[in-house]
């Protein structure tokens, strides 16, 4: 798959995740929520490897990264983003969550020297100023109350825990190890990390037999985790943490897309607006780059062809 539909299926998805984690949220504790969301998600990745024959050996050493890297992206994370959305609107978690490309600019410095482009930051930049112009009514309406700021908070802190699973995802493909195989193992370690928080602290594994949850707790489970990580995860190795992480801009987006038609939202000049905003800051951010590469870059370029090769 090339990376233009990789990423459209990325953004296509995980655009249309935040009203489906809406009809998790309520009877079902989030843990347990999450605990279903991610093992399920890891079952169907390992029928998915059993039946292609992909080796699932990891030494003990991949294991503990693989744990590290299912509790940050699919345990921690997520439980932050949950509890996040039982106390701030959806919208302000888009734009919350959106900061994800910041965190995986300054992570992928820290982590592997890779150098902030003048590119990156105004593309960056004119698509975070296009998110909040597009959601400005909702952000203007907000009084910052003590539980308007704790949902802030969490939002922020599980964004920067997804960044740093991103980091370690690079850090395991670097390695050599496969995308399919290391989301399985992954999912498997956030879904039992969530399954001892829930333990802890005395949450009840119960389960609601309604259409809306269990619907939506498939398309969070299948498309959600299992096809979207897979794209996003593989491109962040074929183009790049910084470049990829553009596409958390672009979910809400999707988002306002899939309101207006099901939740009759008003389109406004401030909506046009913004995602003219948002287009362009896509141009600049995915233009054609300088001729000088990074040697992270060209490593990771060279290993995605091996293990292409290999594959």
Same mark, same amino acid.
């Given at each position: 798959?090339?990376?233009?539909?990789?990423?459209?299926?990325?953004?296509?998805?995980?655009?249309?995740?935040?009203?489906?984690?809406?009809?998790?949220?309520?009877?079902?504790?989030?843990?347990?929520?999450?605990?279903?969301?991610?093992?399920?998600?890891?079952?169907?990745?390992?029928?998915? *490897?059993?039946?292609? #024959?992909?080796?699932?050996?990891?030494?003990?050493?991949?294991?503990?990264?693989?744990? *590290?890297?299912?509790?940050?992206?699919?345990?921690?994370?997520?439980?932050?983003?949950? @509890?996040?959305?039982?106390?701030?609107?959806?919208?302000?978690?888009?734009?919350?969550?959106?900061?994800?490309?910041?965190?995986?600019?300054?992570?992928?410095?820290?982590?592997?020297?890779?150098?902030?482009?003048?590119?990156?930051?105004?593309?960056?930049?004119?698509?975070?100023?296009?998110?909040?112009?597009?959601?400005?009514?909702?952000?203007?309406?907000?009084?910052?109350?003590?539980?308007?700021?704790?949902?802030?908070?969490? *939002?922020?802190?599980?964004?920067?825990?997804?960044?740093?699973?991103?980091?370690?995802?690079?850090?395991?493909? #670097?390695?050599?190890?496969?995308?399919?195989?290391?989301?399985?193992?992954?999912?498997?370690?956030?879904?039992?990390?969530?399954?001892?928080?829930?333990?802890?602290?005395?949450?009840?594994?119960?389960?609601?037999?309604?259409?809306?949850?269990?619907?939506?707790?498939?398309?969070?489970?299948?498309?959600?985790?299992?096809?979207?990580?897979? *794209?996003?995860?593989?491109?962040?190795?074929?183009?790049?943490?910084?470049?990829?992480?553009?596409?958390?801009?672009?979910?809400?987006?999707?988002?306002?897309?899939?309101?207006?038609?099901?939740?009759?939202?008003?389109? @406004?000049?401030?909506?046009?607006?913004?995602?003219?905003?948002?287009?362009?800051?896509?141009?600049?951010?995915?233009?054609?780059?300088? #001729?000088?590469?990074?040697?992270?870059?060209?490593?990771?370029?060279?290993?995605?062809?091996?293990?292409?090769?290999?594959?």
């Amino acid at each position: 798959m090339n990376n233009t539909a990789l990423y459209l299926i990325t953004v296509l998805i995980w655009g249309s995740t935040w009203i489906a984690i809406n009809f998790q949220l309520g009877e079902v504790a989030p843990e347990a929520s999450i605990a279903y969301r991610f093992g399920l998600a890891a079952i169907v990745l390992f029928v998915y *490897c059993w039946f292609r #024959k992909l080796p699932l050996n990891m030494s003990r050493s991949q294991h503990i990264w693989l744990a *590290c890297f299912g509790m940050s992206l699919f345990g921690f994370n997520y439980f932050m983003l949950y @509890h996040a959305q039982q106390n701030i609107n959806s919208a302000l978690a888009c734009i919350a969550f959106s900061t994800l490309l910041f965190f995986n600019i300054i992570n992928a410095r820290i982590w592997y020297k890779t150098p902030i482009s003048m590119q990156v930051l105004i593309g960056g930049a004119m698509g975070l100023a296009g998110i909040v112009i597009l959601f400005w009514p909702e952000v203007n309406s907000l009084s910052l109350t003590d539980t308007t700021i704790y949902g802030l908070a969490l *939002c922020l802190i599980g964004t920067m825990s997804a960044s740093t699973g991103n980091m370690i995802s690079i850090r395991n493909q #670097k390695n050599t190890m496969p995308v399919v195989q290391s989301n399985a193992w992954g999912m498997l370690y956030g879904a039992i990390f969530m399954t001892v928080v829930a333990l802890v602290q005395g949450k009840s594994f119960t389960f609601a037999w309604t259409l809306p949850y269990v619907s939506s707790l498939l398309f969070l489970s299948i498309f959600g985790s299992v096809i979207a990580f897979g *794209c996003y995860l593989s491109l962040m190795t074929k183009i790049g943490s910084h470049k990829t992480s553009y596409a958390n801009i672009l979910f809400p987006a999707v988002a306002v897309a899939i309101s207006t038609v099901y939740e009759g939202f008003e389109w @406004h000049s401030y909506t046009v607006v913004g995602f003219v905003a948002i287009m362009l800051g896509n141009f600049v951010l995915l233009s054609k780059p300088k #001729k000088q590469e990074s040697d992270v870059e060209k490593q990771a370029a060279n290993e995605s062809s091996a293990l292409k090769e290999a594959a």
